[in-house]
């Protein structure tokens, strides 16, 4: 296996436009985007960005309102609707750190207990009719490692 990571920037229509040309390489098996949705004020074309990713098969990671709420289920299970500066300052209250910077060493061993908690959140969702961008908290990232790493 061969991981590829490009560091591109941008926001979520963006990114799944260069993942669409990525994913043209007959090399390239699985392709990812790995995007926040920044709650209240989403990113912009985040419905177009979904739907060109569905339609060209590029696998999505999103995490509802911010990635820090994927930070926050390696620690304890979220159920409560949050907006990105309140899952920011959670996050940061819970491990300690002062910034967005984070210690991935000491998340590592917790990353199965997050995916966990994150598909607990998706059952959750499913069985509440609650969709996408509405699933908040939530996030994909479980869905991301377990490509990487197979589900346990």
Aim: charged content about 25%.
């Amino acid at each position: 296996m061969s991981i590829h990571i490009h560091l591109d920037h941008g926001v979520p229509l963006t990114l799944v436009r260069k993942a669409v040309g990525y994913k043209k390489d007959p090399e390239v098996d699985e392709c990812w985007c790995l995007f926040d949705v920044e709650w209240p004020l989403n990113h912009p074309n985040l419905a177009q960005a979904v739907d060109l990713a569905k339609s060209n098969d590029i696998k999505l990671a999103i995490s509802n309102p911010c990635f820090e709420i994927w930070l926050m289920l390696h620690h304890q299970a979220c159920g409560a609707f949050m907006d990105t500066e309140s899952a920011e300052r959670s996050s940061r209250r819970l491990d300690g750190r002062p910034g967005k910077s984070i210690d991935a060493e000491a998340y590592m061993p917790m990353r199965k207990k997050a995916a966990r908690h994150a598909e607990r959140l998706d059952v959750r969702h499913d069985l509440n009719g609650t969709v996408f961008p509405h699933n908040n908290p939530s996030s994909g990232m479980y869905k991301f490692l377990w490509s990487l790493e197979g589900k346990d």
